[in-house]
T-cell receptor, first 113, second 114 residues
Framework: EDQVTQSPEALRLQEGESSSLNCSYT??????LFWYRQDPGKGPEFLFT???AGEEKEKERLKATLTKKESFLHITAPKPEDSATYLC??????????????FGTGTLLAVQP | DADVTQTPRNRITKTGKRIMLECSQT?????MYWYRQDPGLGLRLIYY???????NKGEISDGYSVSRQAQAKFSLSLESAIPNQTALYFC?????????????FGPGTRLLVL
């Protein structure tokens, strides 16, 4: 069964203190791994798509990496405005054309000034 | 203006009532989705539609129905609401771009069933 596990569930950082969020996954053929940011009361906001092991993508203070079993979201010198829940999702090659996303439960990040 | 909009943003209803949540998009995408989000469970797929004539059940479709009125509009109905349908509901869209389809989400509807 396809599954996504994110850790830690919650992370508190001081402003400027770099860290990483983990997304471990099992999927029957990876079509894509997605990272989203979700602010309270809002919909998930797309950040990155990764397609194959070894791939990396960056956006401002965020960098996403991918291996065959997990993805990391590295946050360098975070600021308070980076506080949010970060969601990971995978999409596999399913019979038919499901394009279903399997989501993890997210990591709640709090960055204190 | 937002690419994916949802109405209403908040709704309180009573057990047994029929309600409809609406989603509109201006992204020009063919594919639309309805998810619900519950604390500790993540986002789960309710229904999805690849075009106006193609509607499919997701993993938790029981108690829900949908209607794709046009390419840009996808509605979710709760025929007889029950308290465990209290959740955040999100609409999403994507296009068929080959490798890994990115889905773009609306702002959500917070539903409370009393």
């Amino acid at each position: 069964e396809d599954q996504v596990t994110q850790s830690p569930e919650a992370l508190r950082l001081q402003e400027g203190e770099s860290s990483s969020l983990n997304c471990s996954y099992t999927v029957s053929g990876l079509r894509g791994l997605f990272w989203y940011r979700q602010d309270p009361g809002k919909g998930p906001e797309f950040l990155f798509t990764l397609y194959s092991a070894g791939e990396e993508k960056e956006k401002e203070r965020l960098k996403a990496t991918l291996t065959k079993k997990e993805s990391f979201l590295h946050i360098t010198a975070p600021k308070p405005e980076d506080s949010a829940t970060y969601l990971c999702a995978v999409q596999g090659f399913y019979g038919g054309a499901t394009n279903k996303l399997i989501f993890g439960t997210g990591t709640l990040l709090a960055v204190q000034p | 203006d937002a690419d994916v909009t949802q109405t209403p943003r908040n709704r309180i209803t009573k057990t047994g009532k029929r309600i409809m949540l609406e989603c509109s998009q201006t992204k020009g995408h063919d594919r639309m989705y309805w998810y619900r989000q519950d604390p500790g469970l993540g986002l789960r797929l309710i229904y999805y539609s690849f075009d106006v004539k193609d509607i499919n059940k997701g993993e938790i479709s029981d108690g829900y129905s949908v209607s794709r009125q046009a390419q840009a509009k996808f509605s979710l109905s709760l025929e007889s609401a029950i308290p465990n349908q209290t959740a955040l509901y999100f609409c999403a869209t994507s296009d068929n771009a080959g490798a890994g389809e990115t889905q773009y989400f609306g702002p959500g509807t917070r539903l409370l069933v009393l």
